[in-house]
């Protein structure tokens, strides 16, 4: 076979002047194969890599994609998941394609997105300060709830983050806006959400998961330590913060209910009118956009549920509940409880035994105990958790008696 050289070559003894019979000679090639050449000139071969051999990684790449998509990020996992695919690779080999899609995805996610109407709703709470009655000081919480393409507001404030509290305020936005967007965005907040399996998936709140199918609106979780991916919401409780508290100074609400008037006032006649300073449109203009995109809510009755969550019991037999520790029997402890809230009493219930009633304490970080939740309590026993030990009994010395004789033997060098 000719090499780009011996191509070359011939053609450059042809421009000589000598027949394809010396050439022949000349170069130890057919005459046949110079005539080709010769006739079909192809230039230098031009050899390129060679393809990469396919990937074993390859064919589970769409499935890889998927699960991160999913927020499944852990290599560990992924390489369980593959392995049970008939995944013959390397750890390495999936570690290494990982590594870019990471980057990626942090380049994404830190630049700030756009949604289109109908799409997404973002919520969180903020801090607004402190209410007094009756000697009590309570902290006052904002609910916030802004939609991603208009950014109109709904906001209200409260005593406390209950589940129900969350669900109630979800609900008067609904009602407000008479439509549902297609999904909603999350903080962390432990109201919604108990924690990830081992797949490395959000294990959601039972009640809060069933909220979410019964309004129709898919729940999303902000990723961990990314607050570039929930900006809107982040500025809008400080929006809500420098705007609507500073212009409550010298007319400070005297309760709740005054407290919520004012902010459903600002909202409507500030909020909500202003020309946004990203989308430099007035809200209400892009509303009419985001309220025919989102589901109607069809006069759809309020969901039902009542004031209670699940709660673990403490190995110390005690339960938290905003921010204070209540005892149950103390056969309960580590099993998951129902804890019911109505205002004057708080119930606990095992399955559907009530197992304790307390009153509310005054105030948080209280701990209400019944004594007879706790009587006969086992507290162990006195063993040394098999540990090998030694007991020395520390004693007298004990004094040989000698006759003086033999002391003398002793001082004289001889024996006796």
């Not at 870019?100 to 756009?114: G, L």
């Not at 919520?260 to 600002?266: A, D, I, M, Y």
């Not at 009153?359 to 019944?370: C, D, E, I, K």
Request: aromatic share 10%; glycine share 8%; net charge positive.
């Amino acid at each position: 076979m000719f090499r780009g050289k011996d191509v070359e070559e011939v053609n450059e003894l042809k421009r000589e002047g000598l027949s394809i019979r010396a050439i022949s000679r000349l170069t130890g090639y057919d005459r046949r194969t110079i005539t080709k050449y010769l006739l079909e000139p192809v230039g230098r071969p031009v050899y390129g890599p060679r393809p990469a051999p396919v990937s074993k990684l390859e064919p589970f790449k769409p499935y890889l994609k998927e699960r991160l998509q999913a927020g499944v990020w852990n290599a560990q996992v992924l390489l369980r998941e593959l392995r049970e695919r008939n995944y013959h690779g390397s750890y390495t080999l999936l570690t290494d394609w990982l590594r870019p899609q990471r980057k990626e995805a942090f380049a994404v996610a830190v630049r700030r997105f756009e949604t289109p109407p109908g799409k997404q709703a973002q919520v969180d709470w903020g801090h607004l300060g402190s209410l007094s009655e009756a000697g009590t000081e309570r902290q006052l919480w904002a609910f916030t709830i802004t939609l991603g393409y208009s950014r109109r507001m709904m906001a209200s404030a409260a005593t406390d983050q209950k589940l129900s509290t969350l669900l109630r305020m979800h609900e008067a936005a609904f009602a407000e806006w008479g439509a549902v967007p297609e999904e909603i965005l999350y903080d962390r907040m432990r109201t919604v959400w108990t924690g990830t399996d081992e797949r490395g998936e959000i294990v959601w709140n039972a009640i809060f998961l069933d909220f979410a199918r019964y309004w129709g609106f898919k729940p999303r979780l902000c990723r961990p330590y990314r607050a570039q991916t929930k900006g809107k919401v982040e500025s809008g409780v400080k929006y809500l913060r420098r705007n609507f508290l500073c212009g409550l100074q010298g007319r400070e609400p005297t309760n709740l209910a005054d407290l919520n008037s004012e902010l459903r006032r600002w909202v409507a006649e500030v909020a909500n009118r202003r020309v946004h300073g990203t989308t430099h449109q007035q809200v209400l203009l892009r509303w009419d956009e985001d309220q025919f995109a989102m589901h109607p809510v069809n006069a759809r009755p309020p969901y039902p549920h009542t004031d209670e969550e699940q709660r673990k019991v403490a190995r110390d037999a005690y339960v938290s509940w905003l921010g204070s520790r209540y005892s149950v029997p103390w056969i309960y402890a580590g099993k998951e409880v129902w804890v019911q809230d109505d205002g004057r009493s708080i119930e606990v219930r095992y399955g559907s035994e009530r197992i304790a009633v307390h009153t509310p304490s005054v105030r948080q970080h209280q701990v209400v105990t019944l004594h007879e939740h706790h009587a006969g309590i086992p507290l162990g026993g006195n063993h040394q958790g098999g540990k090998t030990l030694i007991h020395i009994a520390q004693s007298a010395p004990i004094v040989q008696h000698r006759p003086l004789a033999a002391y003398d033997a002793i001082a004289t060098g001889g024996t006796r």
